[in-house]
């Protein structure tokens, strides 16, 4: 008799056991299965990176102490301040694009950007104001801009970075100015919008960066089309 109590105390032990274990199996397995789906009511953070699997970088969100320079070929670029915002980032490592904002008393700006690959920007939704109230200036539209293929991001900042490490700001001037006449340089092509003048309209440049066509409602609500040659004067309609 004592014999058979003993092993059924023995046996309540491991049925005791073994059922806490599969409790506590079930209820891990359980919680771990939801954890991709746990939902945080607020988050207080200063920066975070979006990667892939492989840890691969494709996108920033950051404050402005924190915020990206930016990258080229997967290289970072030399530390800048930047304004808050968003970064994206390609597979070939360069920066394609991105959100930043900010707006204090001297000036206020956001700008959407859409960068050509391996190079800078092409298309930026932008507002931009300097001051406040009545001596206030703005500026706020869609703008589109021309990069050569033929001189890439990359060797852009290899120039400038060669350069400045030898003090040659005169030279680095020089070799602008040629690569701007060549066309190697990007060039503003349209700006769709409101100007600092108070012009609300089109205004279409040449590949040089030259205002060739302007159509617009002036600050006086008169509705203008102007066109112009390549010194900027008006031409006989």
């Known amino acids: 008799m004592d014999q058979n109590i003993q092993n059924d105390i023995r046996f309540l032990k491991w049925y005791a056991a073994g059922t806490t274990v599969i409790v506590l199996y079930l209820f891990i397995t359980k ?32 404050n402005m102490k924190k915020q990206h320079p930016g990258m080229v ?12 915002g968003i970064i994206f980032f390609n597979s070939s490592g360069d920066e394609c694009g991105g959100l930043v904002y900010d707006g204090n008393k001297e000036s206020a700006g956001l700008a959407l ?5 391996h190079n800078d920007q092409i298309m930026q939704l932008q507002y931009a104001q300097e001051g406040t ?7 706020y539209g869609l703008k589109i ?14 120039l400038v970075d060669s350069l ?20 190697l340089l990007g060039s503003e092509r349209m700006f769709a919008g409101k100007n600092q003048e108070g012009e609300v309209g089109l205004f279409i440049r040449d590949d ?3 205002i060739r066509i302007k159509i617009f409602c002036d600050n006086q609500n008169n509705p203008k089309m102007i066109l112009l040659n390549e010194e900027g004067a008006e031409l006989a309609e």
């Open 208 to 210: 040089k960066g030259r």
């Open 73 to 84: 070929n997967g290289k970072s670029l030399a530390p800048r301040q930047r304004e808050a």
């Open 164 to 183: 400045k490490a030898l003090n040659q700001e005169e030279e680095l001037n020089k070799r602008f100015k040629l690569l701007r006449e060549k066309g």
């Open 133 to 139: 109230g009545d001596s206030s200036k703005r500026h």
């Open 113 to 117: 950007s859409v960068d050509q690959f």
């Open 31 to 62: 919680f771990l299965s939801q954890t991709d789906r746990l939902i945080a009511k607020e988050l207080n953070v200063e920066r975070i990176n979006i990667v892939e699997e492989s840890g691969e970088l494709k996108m920033v969100i950051s």
């Open 145 to 158: 801009w021309d990069r050569s293929d033929k001189f890439t991001l990359a060797e852009q900042v290899a």
